[in-house]
């Protein structure tokens, strides 16, 4: 055997007659003989790559931006929530564009999933309600109607969907974001216990169902989320329409679900289809067990202007001309005033549809790359989800002129328009459920397509390392959508503006998190992915999101008016998802970089274990040492390095050579999923990235390790918690090592 020795540890790759079978086999190409391409190549490879790139170059020219507003224009005139006649019919008419731009086939693919709407007869509101059950005080019902949809229908008022049904009474109690910490500081700093109270807590910071779990947890009864001017306001902008702030009137609906990625609740790991078992309701997987209702910030001054109790620290005060006391209850002399829930949301099974439509691929038709973006939305869905599905349309008609003109990729693309993505990722993660057999074998990559703007200062890439390098060369190839930036690629217009100072001299790429359509496909079933789009400032910036998100105002006409009024930004976001997807597409080799991966496993490595040294005495005390990691972390460097060496002499003519290590990089991702899952979490399979437990929106690297060190100087049994963090860094070490090992010659 030959040993690899890094940090004291001596960790053996197993000679290759050892390792495992290599996915080469004929089994592996159904329908495949080799003849024709597979038995002698037709073109030299110089030529290829020519004719790829002029390619490239043809589809990124041909992506219009008043196409994309056209597209963006004609799917926001309605609304079109999940599981509504309207969101069929955007459907049907996306399936007819996509077969008229030349798409090889076009399916609608259905599935039978809970979802979540407000009782029309009974209204959701709040209350406040005087020592006789008088109600003194109510919510508004409804957001006012941005002028020019009036007379619209089928405006869904703001509701937290899959809320607990219930009219709870109690005293309010003001917690800040809800966080996890938060909700600390409250009980042990604070001396304040929730439990049989209605607390009330800001959006931001985290996902929203996050902010519920916690509030299940400290024993509040109900709770209500508000969006404060200070988390939902830009400096200097006026609320629309004179301006793209949210107005004072306006709400941001949404789930409230703790799914941990199973997809639809009543179906948890299985395709929600018609033969399916199902789980009772009082079984289904995530559903809050307490009201919840989110209001706009001119209720919540109304609501909380007269609370009593302590004032709180100065980061728990928002931007709301109030004290932001922290109850229990009212002032003195209001102090018999209590606030009551009145929330009467039905949960019922209804039917989604996805539409799939593909390409097929001329040379390797069983490797699929995929661009999947969701369609339904809260309202009209101007940035959310439509700024993303104009630009999937457009790639579409793109490659459609494409093929016209002789054009083929090498592996088939597939294009997704998903359904029920705002009800927990459903419509996604039930195709990739129903799917996952094929997927887990034959799927190279998954780009994302949600929201494409988010905000007007430059591009924001979030993806796994593997897809950095690419990710730098397609942007090298779209110029800049900046005023006064003429002849400067985005690339350069990106790195000026959001620098990776601390890591290397590039623009910065991000972890993926969740809280979109990737989740499923990267961290349930290990396959490459990453999403790209135009964001704010962050520096400066310091509103969460953006502020009309989920709200009836993401209208057609704050993208044109303020977001994008050129559609410059759109296109540049369109062009370098369909370069994405194109290269992945039609690269001989696979342009996926496991050095990369390597760099990025490092970074994480240590910073995972320096968390673990804030707390040097327990470690010392427990045994606990990273060194298994740091060797296996050594040993996929080595073996990356070695891997890409061995590419430079690869014999691109010979066929069967190019398919052994394409496999090797596609599989690579793979190598990094447990199937037994993170501990309460099985769905979370991803043993290197998978969203925070305290935080679905942010992605933790080593999250298993991570999850065990949270809040580990509060656990009650400190030596079993310090036995899970060393069970996971061995979990961790043994996953990286294996990984390495695919990487190696395979015979």
Known sequence: ????????????????????????????????????????????????????????????????PDKIKEHLRKFTRLPHLAG?????????????????????????????????????SKPNYIAIVDQLGNEVFNTSLAEPVPEGYEDVPDIVPPYSAFSAKGQPEGDLVYVNYGRTEDFFQLEKQMGI???????????????????VKNAMLAGAKGIIMFSDPADYCAVGVQPYPDG??????????GNVLN???AGDPLTPGYPAKEYTYRKTLEDAVGLPKIPVHPIGYHDALLLMKNMGGMIPPNNWKGALNISYRIGP???DDFSSQKVRMNIHTNN??????????????????????????????WVFGAIDPISGAAVVHETVRSAGRLLSRGWRPRRTIVFASWDAEEFGLLGSTEWAEDNAKLLQERAVAYINADSAIEGMYTLRVDCTPSLNTLVYDVTKQVASPEEGEEGVSLYESWHKRDNWTNDRDAPRISKLGSGSDFEAYFIRLGI????????????????????VYHSVYETFEIVEKFYDPTFRKLQAVAQVRAGLIFLLASSQLLPLDANQYAGSLRKYAQSISQLAQMHPEEMKMHNVTFDSLFSAVENFTVAARDFHERLKTLDRTDPLQVRMVNDQLMYLERGFIDPLGLPGRPFYRHVIFAPSSHNKYAGESFPGIYDALFDIENAANPEKAWEEVKRQISIAAFTVHSTAMTLAPPA
């Open 528 to 547: 490459a992915a990453g999403r790209a789009r135009y964001t704010k400032n962050k520096k400066t910036e310091r509103y969460s999101s953006y502020p």
């Open 244 to 253: 793209w702030n949210l107005p004072g009137g306006g709400a941001q609906r």
């Open 329 to 331: 209850g009212f002032t």
């Open 1 to 64: 055997m030959s040993p690899v020795r890094s940090l004291g540890i001596l960790m053996f790759i197993p000679p290759v007659s050892q390792r495992g079978r290599y996915h080469t086999s004929i089994r592996d190409f159904p329908g495949v003989t080799l003849t024709g391409w597979f038995a002698r190549p037709t073109h030299s490879n110089s030529q290829d790559d020519s004719a790829s790139s002029q390619y490239l170059r043809e589809l990124l020219d041909a992506m219009q």
């Open 348 to 377: 019922q099974v209804t039917r989604i549809y996805n539409v799939i439509g593909r390409i097929r691929g001329a040379q390797e038709p069983d490797r699929y790359v995929i661009l999947g973006g969701h369609r339904d939305a």
């Open 84 to 120: 509504t006649e309207q969101n069929l019919i955007y459907a049907k008419q996306i399936k007819e564009e996509w077969l008229s731009f030349g798409l090889d086939s076009v399916e609608m693919v259905p599935y039978d999933v809970l979802l979540s709407y407000p009782n029309k």
């Open 193 to 211: 216990n929730v439990t049989g109270k209605i607390v009330i807590v800001r959006y931001g910071r985290i996902f929203r169902g996050n902010k």
């Open 259 to 261: 799914l941990n990625g």
